[in-house]
Structure formats: structure tokens, C-alpha cells
């Protein structure tokens, strides 16, 4: 693997700067103080972001830098950061480069020898996941599923499994869409949690079984506007038989018509690949 470059002293910093996801009061004391002191300040939408940087009197430059300009006009910034000049990187709302541009800057400044500097702040993914009440030790974040209902459930699908608890974004308009189809994929008795306008107004944190879950947004228009986040409970390995496939409770009683529990059992995880104790109980169970 490559490694980046070594860094050049004598070029300014790129701040990568989290900004509020709604609730202004939630940007930082260091966030404001960097974004008053740069030079530049690289944006996702520079209309969005003057109207933030009016609110707490920041005169600081603004250019665009989304994803339709990020690969080609990146060099004007990294331009300036070997000039000297410290630039500042927001999105729209939250942590840049979180299913936002910036990915491409980020990388060439670092290639650059240009030193990078987090200053951290509000993420949607992780508010949500501070209040959802589902495990928060291990999770994947899988940022917006594809728009087509093809690919989508192919994604859902590859997951399916998966035992962390899962984060998506969604578009409200396939928020109910997307509901649908992790209720056919993960099961209707899923538990899955939906943050909606985080920190905002009309903040929404309703937990309920993904079969309630699209019931409920579907009956309410007004659970399918604005920013959603989407958090499903882990895949959990089924228990006694429903372990089990049919082929390898078949084989296991063919086994006991001629072996002792046991060995039975354990002849039967050869055979099968199903785990050996899960087969001695469900042995226990039908000898006795």
C-alpha cells in the first residue's frame, strides 16, 4: 500500500469541520474560531453555507467543492494550501465526507504532504445511534441503498445477516419504499428504528418491528419528509431446531435409528456442518 506523502511544513492545514445538522447551537467553539480564521472555506453548497456563516457573523470566502466539481477543481485548493493558506472543508449539515463530498480533497491533500485536522462535531449517524436503544457497540454504517428496487434488495439481501446493527440514509421519498423492502428481506419482526429531522423541529426517534414500522410511515405523510435515518437490529442466530436445517434433522434421525444420542449427533455435524451440541439437543429432545 502506498503511503501518503511526508508533510510539507511550509503548507497551510485543511480543517475538515462539522456543522450543525440542524439545530444551529450544536456547531462547536472551535468550529466557529476555525471558520473565522481560515482563508477559505470549501463548501457543498455555498449558498447553504453563507446562510449558516451570516448567522454567527462569518465574512470567511466561500467556494463550491461537491461531487460534481470535487475531482476536477480540487487542485485549486490544494493550490492554496501549499501556499500557505489554511482552508476549512463543510457539507451542507454534519460531518463532511459522512455520505458527503470530500473524499477526493481530503486524499490529495494528504498525498500533498498537506497536514489534515478533524474538528470534530454532530453527525446524524451517530445522534441517532446515541438514542435508539439498539446495541451501539458494533455497528456498519451502509449510507444511502441504491434508488432501483432491483439493487436495493440485492444490497438488503448480502446483509441480511449481518450481526452489528446496521445505519442506512434514506430519501424520504423511498423511505417507505426501503421499509417494504427490509421487511420482506430481514424479516417483519425486525426491530428497526427511524430518526427523522434529528435535532430539528419536528425530530422523530420512533423503534418499532420494520412490518409496524412501514405501517406507521405509511398512514403519516409527514414521516416521509425531510432527513431520515435508518437503523435495523442485528441478524441473531436462530435457536434449537429453527438452527437447523431439514436435511440435517433428516439425517440426524436416520442416525439415532441405529447409534446412541452422541455419537449420533456428532456424525451428524460431520455430515451436515451443523453445530454438534445443537444437534445432541435436539437428539435429547427426540429420544426422549
Not at 440542524?22 to 473565522?36: F, H, K, P, Q, W
Request: with cysteine; proline share 5%.
Amino acid at each position: 500500500m502506498a503511503d501518503f506523502g511526508a508533510q510539507n511544513v511550509s503548507a497551510g492545514t485543511l480543517y475538515v469541520v462539522a456543522t450543525p445538522i440542524g439545530n444551529l447551537e450544536d456547531i462547536s467553539a472551535r468550529a466557529l474560531r476555525v471558520l473565522t480564521e481560515v482563508s477559505l472555506i470549501a463548501a457543498e453548497d455555498t449558498r447553504h453555507s453563507q446562510r449558516l456563516l451570516q448567522h454567527f457573523g462569518i465574512s470567511t470566502p466561500l467556494q463550491a467543492c461537491h461531487e460534481h466539481n470535487e475531482r476536477d477543481q480540487g487542485g485549486r485548493f490544494i493550490a492554496r494550501l501549499l501556499a500557505g493558506d489554511d482552508v476549512a472543508l463543510i457539507s451542507d449539515a454534519g460531518t463532511p465526507l459522512i455520505s458527503d463530498p470530500g473524499f477526493h480533497l481530503v486524499r490529495q491533500a494528504r498525498v500533498a504532504g498537506v497536514r489534515v485536522v478533524p474538528v470534530p462535531g454532530a453527525c446524524a449517524l451517530v445522534a441517532a445511534l446515541s438514542a435508539a436503544g439498539l446495541p451501539s457497540d458494533r455497528f456498519i454504517f451502509e449510507g444511502f441503498l441504491p434508488a432501483k428496487a432491483a439493487a436495493r434488495c440485492a444490497r438488503l439481501e448480502s446483509i441480511k445477516e449481518e450481526p452489528r446493527t446496521l445505519i442506512f440514509y434514506e430519501a424520504p421519498h423511498r423511505l417507505l419504499e426501503s421499509l417494504r423492502d427490509m421487511g420482506k428481506i430481514f424479516g417483519a419482526d425486525r426491530l428497526a428504528v427511524l430518526g427523522r429531522e434529528l435535532t430539528k423541529t419536528f425530530e422523530t426517534l420512533k423503534g418499532l418491528p420494520l412490518g409496524e414500522l412501514s405501517d406507521w410511515v405509511a398512514a403519516d405523510a409527514n414521516q416521509q419528509r425531510g432527513e431520515c435515518v435508518l437503523l435495523v437490529a442485528g441478524w441473531q442466530a436462530p435457536e434449537g431446531e429453527s438452527a437447523v436445517t431439514a436435511e440435517a434433522l433428516r439425517v440426524l434421525d436416520l442416525l439415532l435409528e441405529d447409534l446412541p444420542v452422541k455419537r449420533a449427533a456428532a456424525v451428524a455435524a460431520e455430515i451436515t456442518g451443523a453445530r454438534k451440541n445443537v444437534l445432541y439437543q435436539i437428539a435429547l429432545e427426540r429420544k426422549g
